[in-house]
Antibody, heavy 121, light 108 residues
Framework: QVQLQESGPGLVNPSQTLSLTCTVS??????????WTWIRQHPGKGLEWIGY???????FYNPSLKSRVTILVDTSKNQFSLKLTSVTAADTAVYYC?????????????WGQGTLVTVSS | SYVLTQSPSVSVAPGQTANITCGAN??????VHWYQQKPGQAPVLVVH???DRPSGIPERFSGSNSGSTATLTISRVEAGDEADYFC???????????FGGGTKLTVL
């Protein structure tokens, strides 16, 4: 069974870049068939889709974050990553990585446990 | 952009039925997925494609979708069902993911 695990700094200074990595085990990113996704949840709030990447590097981003987001994949390490630039307190959230089948209507069937990132000086 | 509307909260007594709704224009034309999230935990898929249950999800969880409302129904509610529930669709017009704002289910 596939498992996803987020990692990265829990504290980021305002105006800096938030960087997180999701390590996938129990399945190969390069095998294709899935979109590898970042989702965040502000404290006490709902879920916000950030974007996703295919093993080939093709990406789709939430328009509201697109100018600040980069998602990359490293198939040799079976990881994908998130970079969010120019962060503010509004980017404080729990960040989840997840996967969904490459099918138009597929749900997110596996999630990481999430990692809290706080933006503060 | 496509917006999914959920009531902020639903309360139900143990053993009763909880109906959690997700509203949007023509949502019946979309495939709706439902996630359960307990405090401090990641969301868990409980219903996908309107009415299908992943393996391991109790039959008490069911879903329907028609017109402008999708509904997650939890029968014979238990204390352990207390959680936030989110609906989600794939907006094929934009290739983007959309989540509802979530409904907090309280078991009285």
């Amino acid at each position: 069974q596939v498992q996803l695990q987020e990692s990265g700094p829990g504290l980021v200074n305002p105006s800096q870049t938030l960087s997180l990595t999701c390590t996938v085990s129990g399945g190969s990113i390069s095998g294709g068939g899935y979109y590898w996704t970042w989702i965040r949840q502000h404290p006490g709030k709902g879920l916000e889709w950030i974007g996703y990447i295919f093993y080939s590097g093709t990406t789709f981003y939430n328009p509201s974050l697109k100018s600040r987001v980069t998602i990359l994949v490293d198939t040799s390490k079976n990881q994908f990553s998130l970079k969010l630039t120019s962060v503010t307190a509004a980017d404080t959230a729990v960040y989840y990585c997840a996967r969904r089948v490459v099918m138009v209507t597929a749900p997110f069937d596996s999630w990481g446990q999430g990692t809290l990132v706080t933006v503060s000086s | 952009s496509y917006v999914l509307t959920q009531s902020p909260s639903v309360s139900v007594a143990p053993g009763q039925t909880a109906n959690i709704t997700c509203g949007a224009n023509d949502i019946g034309e979309y495939s709706v997925h439902w996630y359960q999230q307990k405090p401090g935990q990641a969301p868990v898929l409980v219903v996908h494609d309107d009415s299908d249950r992943p393996s391991g999800i109790p039959e008490r969880f069911s879903g329907s979708n028609s017109g402008s409302t999708a509904t997650l129904t939890i029968s014979r509610v238990e204390a352990g069902d207390e959680a936030d529930y989110f609906c989600q669709v794939w907006d094929g017009n934009t290739d983007h993911v959309v989540f509802g704002g979530g409904t907090k289910l309280t078991v009285l």
